[in-house]
Protein backbone atom coordinates (compact mmCIF):
# COMPACT_ATOMS: atom_id res chain seq x y z
CA UNK A 1 0.00 0.00 0.00
CA UNK A 2 1.76 3.38 -0.97
CA UNK A 3 0.87 5.77 1.48
CA UNK A 4 1.13 9.58 2.00
CA UNK A 5 0.88 11.25 5.38
CA UNK A 6 -0.01 14.44 6.43
CA UNK A 7 -0.36 16.06 9.77
CA UNK A 8 -4.12 16.61 10.01
CA UNK A 9 -3.77 20.09 11.74
CA UNK A 10 -5.48 22.38 12.11
CA UNK A 11 -2.16 24.29 11.93
CA UNK A 12 -2.93 27.86 13.11
CA UNK A 13 -1.02 30.72 12.34
CA UNK A 14 -1.37 34.64 12.43
CA UNK A 15 -1.95 36.71 9.16
CA UNK A 16 1.06 37.75 7.61
CA UNK A 17 3.03 34.93 9.09
CA UNK A 18 4.98 31.96 7.05
CA UNK A 19 2.68 28.83 6.77
CA UNK A 20 4.18 25.43 6.49
CA UNK A 21 2.98 22.50 5.47
CA UNK A 22 4.42 19.02 5.30
CA UNK A 23 3.69 15.90 3.37
CA UNK A 24 5.87 12.51 3.30
CA UNK A 25 5.35 9.44 1.20
CA UNK A 26 6.26 5.83 1.01
CA UNK A 27 6.43 5.01 -3.33
CA UNK A 28 10.76 5.62 -3.81
CA UNK A 29 9.76 5.48 -7.75
CA UNK A 30 7.40 8.41 -7.69
CA UNK A 31 8.01 11.20 -9.55
CA UNK A 32 5.52 14.09 -9.51
CA UNK A 33 3.89 16.17 -6.69
CA UNK A 34 1.22 17.67 -6.27
CA UNK A 35 0.00 20.53 -3.71
CA UNK A 36 -4.25 21.27 -3.89
CA UNK A 37 -6.63 23.49 -2.19
CA UNK A 38 -9.90 22.41 -1.04
CA UNK A 39 -12.61 25.01 0.91
CA UNK A 40 -14.98 23.13 2.96
CA UNK A 41 -17.71 21.90 0.66
CA UNK A 42 -15.82 22.39 -2.23
CA UNK A 43 -13.72 20.58 -4.81
CA UNK A 44 -9.52 20.04 -4.39
CA UNK A 45 -7.89 23.35 -6.90
CA UNK A 46 -4.45 22.58 -8.13
CA UNK A 47 -2.46 25.55 -6.80
CA UNK A 48 1.04 23.53 -6.86
CA UNK A 49 2.84 21.08 -8.60
CA UNK A 50 6.67 19.82 -8.42
CA UNK A 51 8.91 17.18 -9.51
CA UNK A 52 12.73 18.11 -9.07
CA UNK A 53 14.64 18.03 -5.67
CA UNK A 54 14.47 21.43 -4.72
CA UNK A 55 12.62 24.63 -4.53
CA UNK A 56 9.90 25.84 -6.59
CA UNK A 57 8.13 29.53 -5.97
CA UNK A 58 4.62 30.22 -8.03
CA UNK A 59 3.92 34.24 -6.08
CA UNK A 60 3.46 33.53 -2.40
CA UNK A 61 3.39 29.45 -2.88
CA UNK A 62 6.89 27.32 -2.64
CA UNK A 63 6.81 24.35 -2.93
CA UNK A 64 10.05 21.97 -1.68
CA UNK A 65 11.01 18.16 -2.49
CA UNK A 66 13.57 16.29 -1.09
CA UNK A 67 13.44 12.75 -2.71
CA UNK A 68 15.74 11.49 -0.70
CA UNK A 69 14.31 11.89 2.53
CA UNK A 70 10.68 11.47 1.01
CA UNK A 71 9.14 14.55 1.58
CA UNK A 72 7.39 17.25 0.31
CA UNK A 73 6.51 20.96 1.63
CA UNK A 74 4.05 23.47 1.11
CA UNK A 75 5.71 27.37 2.22
CA UNK A 76 2.70 30.14 2.26
CA UNK A 77 4.36 33.18 3.10
CA UNK A 78 2.39 36.53 4.15
CA UNK A 79 -0.88 34.30 5.30
CA UNK A 80 -3.98 35.20 4.42
CA UNK A 81 -7.40 34.80 5.90
CA UNK A 82 -8.77 33.34 2.12
CA UNK A 83 -5.56 30.99 2.80
CA UNK A 84 -7.85 29.20 5.55
CA UNK A 85 -8.35 25.73 3.98
CA UNK A 86 -7.57 22.07 4.06
CA UNK A 87 -4.16 21.80 1.99
CA UNK A 88 -3.80 17.72 0.06
CA UNK A 89 -0.35 16.55 -0.81
CA UNK A 90 -0.76 14.14 -3.41
CA UNK A 91 1.84 11.80 -5.15
CA UNK A 92 1.87 10.29 -8.53
CA UNK A 93 1.88 6.75 -8.55
CA UNK A 94 4.06 4.98 -11.07
CA UNK A 95 2.96 2.96 -13.76
CA UNK A 96 -0.07 4.51 -16.23
CA UNK A 97 -2.83 6.32 -16.35
CA UNK A 98 -1.27 9.23 -14.33
CA UNK A 99 -2.42 8.11 -10.67
CA UNK A 100 -2.32 10.08 -8.03
CA UNK A 101 -2.49 8.88 -4.06
CA UNK A 102 -3.60 11.88 -1.86
CA UNK A 103 -2.67 12.46 1.73
CA UNK A 104 -5.97 13.21 4.42
CA UNK A 105 -4.72 17.04 4.02
CA UNK A 106 -3.75 19.43 6.74
CA UNK A 107 -6.49 22.14 7.64
CA UNK A 108 -4.95 25.79 8.04
CA UNK A 109 -6.35 28.60 9.61
CA UNK A 110 -5.04 31.90 9.06
CA UNK A 111 -6.32 34.42 12.30
CA UNK A 112 -6.52 37.73 12.22
CA UNK B 1 -14.96 27.28 -19.69
CA UNK B 2 -16.59 23.89 -18.22
CA UNK B 3 -13.48 21.81 -17.30
CA UNK B 4 -15.27 18.85 -15.97
CA UNK B 5 -19.28 19.25 -14.92
CA UNK B 6 -20.47 16.25 -12.72
CA UNK B 7 -24.00 15.98 -12.17
CA UNK B 8 -26.18 15.96 -10.09
CA UNK B 9 -25.12 17.93 -7.27
CA UNK B 10 -26.81 16.13 -4.39
CA UNK B 11 -29.01 13.16 -4.36
CA UNK B 12 -30.74 11.15 -1.32
CA UNK B 13 -31.22 7.37 -2.25
CA UNK B 14 -33.07 4.76 -0.51
CA UNK B 15 -30.76 1.69 0.14
CA UNK B 16 -30.65 -1.19 -2.87
CA UNK B 17 -31.32 1.82 -5.37
CA UNK B 18 -29.57 2.46 -8.34
CA UNK B 19 -28.63 5.75 -10.05
CA UNK B 20 -25.94 6.73 -12.21
CA UNK B 21 -23.33 9.69 -11.50
CA UNK B 22 -22.30 11.76 -14.73
CA UNK B 23 -19.45 12.87 -15.58
CA UNK B 24 -18.19 15.12 -19.02
CA UNK B 25 -15.28 17.38 -19.60
CA UNK B 26 -14.39 19.86 -22.49
CA UNK B 27 -10.76 20.00 -22.78
CA UNK B 28 -10.37 17.02 -24.76
CA UNK B 29 -8.60 15.16 -22.07
CA UNK B 30 -7.35 11.44 -22.13
CA UNK B 31 -7.57 10.53 -18.56
CA UNK B 32 -10.45 10.79 -16.77
CA UNK B 33 -10.76 9.43 -12.61
CA UNK B 34 -13.50 8.77 -10.26
CA UNK B 35 -13.11 9.51 -6.35
CA UNK B 36 -14.92 9.17 -3.14
CA UNK B 37 -14.00 11.03 -0.25
CA UNK B 38 -15.20 10.69 3.44
CA UNK B 39 -15.51 13.26 5.71
CA UNK B 40 -12.22 13.81 7.48
CA UNK B 41 -10.13 11.86 4.60
CA UNK B 42 -8.68 11.89 1.42
CA UNK B 43 -9.53 11.08 -1.78
CA UNK B 44 -9.84 7.43 -2.57
CA UNK B 45 -9.52 6.56 -6.43
CA UNK B 46 -13.09 4.14 -7.36
CA UNK B 47 -12.13 3.92 -11.20
CA UNK B 48 -10.11 5.34 -14.32
CA UNK B 49 -9.75 5.57 -17.79
CA UNK B 50 -7.05 6.16 -19.89
CA UNK B 51 -9.54 6.28 -23.21
CA UNK B 52 -12.48 5.81 -24.69
CA UNK B 53 -12.85 1.93 -24.16
CA UNK B 54 -10.44 1.44 -21.79
CA UNK B 55 -11.25 1.48 -17.79
CA UNK B 56 -9.39 -0.29 -14.96
CA UNK B 57 -10.03 -0.44 -11.25
CA UNK B 58 -8.65 1.95 -8.72
CA UNK B 59 -7.92 1.40 -4.77
CA UNK B 60 -11.99 1.54 -3.79
CA UNK B 61 -13.62 -0.49 -6.63
CA UNK B 62 -16.47 -2.70 -5.22
CA UNK B 63 -20.09 -1.84 -5.39
CA UNK B 64 -19.40 0.39 -8.62
CA UNK B 65 -19.12 0.06 -12.82
CA UNK B 66 -18.08 2.53 -14.81
CA UNK B 67 -17.96 2.89 -18.81
CA UNK B 68 -16.21 5.00 -21.18
CA UNK B 69 -17.76 5.31 -25.00
CA UNK B 70 -16.13 8.26 -25.75
CA UNK B 71 -13.35 11.09 -24.64
CA UNK B 72 -15.94 13.47 -22.99
CA UNK B 73 -18.36 11.20 -20.87
CA UNK B 74 -17.18 8.82 -17.74
CA UNK B 75 -20.20 8.15 -15.74
CA UNK B 76 -20.07 6.21 -12.35
CA UNK B 77 -23.13 3.59 -11.69
CA UNK B 78 -23.72 2.16 -8.18
CA UNK B 79 -26.05 -0.43 -8.92
CA UNK B 80 -27.11 -1.30 -5.39
CA UNK B 81 -27.11 1.83 -3.06
CA UNK B 82 -25.67 0.76 0.47
CA UNK B 83 -24.89 3.17 3.32
CA UNK B 84 -21.48 2.53 3.25
CA UNK B 85 -21.38 4.74 -0.27
CA UNK B 86 -22.70 8.06 1.54
CA UNK B 87 -19.93 10.42 0.47
CA UNK B 88 -18.59 12.82 -1.56
CA UNK B 89 -18.16 11.62 -5.46
CA UNK B 90 -15.32 13.50 -7.59
CA UNK B 91 -14.99 13.41 -10.87
CA UNK B 92 -11.54 14.57 -12.22
CA UNK B 93 -9.33 14.46 -15.72
CA UNK B 94 -5.87 15.16 -16.73
CA UNK B 95 -3.86 14.77 -20.46
CA UNK B 96 -2.10 11.81 -21.47
CA UNK B 97 1.75 12.17 -20.40
CA UNK B 98 3.24 11.44 -17.43
CA UNK B 99 3.13 14.06 -14.54
CA UNK B 100 0.53 16.12 -15.84
CA UNK B 101 -1.93 17.19 -12.76
CA UNK B 102 -5.73 16.47 -12.73
CA UNK B 103 -8.60 18.57 -12.44
CA UNK B 104 -12.10 18.07 -10.48
CA UNK B 105 -15.41 18.83 -11.10
CA UNK B 106 -17.55 20.16 -8.16
CA UNK B 107 -18.34 17.52 -7.02
CA UNK B 108 -21.84 14.78 -6.22
CA UNK B 109 -22.92 15.11 -2.81
CA UNK B 110 -24.47 11.48 -1.95
CA UNK B 111 -26.64 10.23 0.91
CA UNK B 112 -27.99 6.51 0.94
CA UNK B 113 -30.74 6.26 3.84
Known amino acids: QKEVEQNSGPLSVPEGAIASLNCTYS??????FFWYRQYSGKSPELIMF????GDKEDGRFTAQLNKASQYVSLLIRDSQPSDSATYLC????????????FGTGTQLKVEL | NAGVTQTPKFRILKIGQSMTLQCAQD?????MYWYRQDPGMGLKLIYY???????DKGEVPNGYNVSRSTTEYFPLRLELAAPSQTSVYFC????????????FGDGTRLSIL
Open chain 2, 92 to 103: ASSPQGSRQPQH
Open chain 2, 49 to 55: SVGAGIT
Open chain 2, 27 to 31: MNHNY
Open chain 1, 50 to 53: IYSN
Open chain 1, 27 to 32: DRGSQS
Open chain 1, 90 to 101: AVGLTGGGNKLT
